[in-house]
Nanobody
């Protein structure tokens, strides 16, 4: 069982920045593809960004050139740097750890961007 604990969410004005962190309780962090997803009430959870164990990253078109995902395998932590935030980025952001065998989710952290 892997526990994922997100932090760094909050309220920010449009154009501002936030950095989300997700700490994983596992000795095998390196094997997981890590991702950030977001969800609003009544809507499906959507992919924001993912990063493989080797460091290859992919982004949703809506966040390209504004968000950056990174990971520190020595700290078992994945980050999401969010710049130039827009009101439509408002959502609960979830951390995800994926392997071919199973996947895990964090509890989510709220990000609210005011206009």
């Amino acid at each position: 069982q892997v526990q994922l604990v997100e932090s760094g969410g909050g309220l920010v004005q449009a154009g501002g920045s936030l950095r989300l962190s997700c700490a994983a309780s596992t000795d095998f962090f390196i094997i997981y593809t890590m991702g950030w997803y977001r969800q609003n009430p009544g809507k499906e959870r959507e992919l924001v960004a993912v990063i493989t164990s080797g460091g290859s990253a992919n982004y949703a078109d809506s966040v390209k050139d504004r968000f950056t995902i990174s990971r520190d395998n020595t700290k078992n932590t994945v980050y999401l740097q969010m710049n130039s935030l827009k009101p439509e980025d408002t959502a609960v952001y979830y951390c995800n750890a994926y392997s071919r065998v199973r996947q895990y989710w964090g509890q989510g952290t709220q990000v609210t961007v005011s206009s």
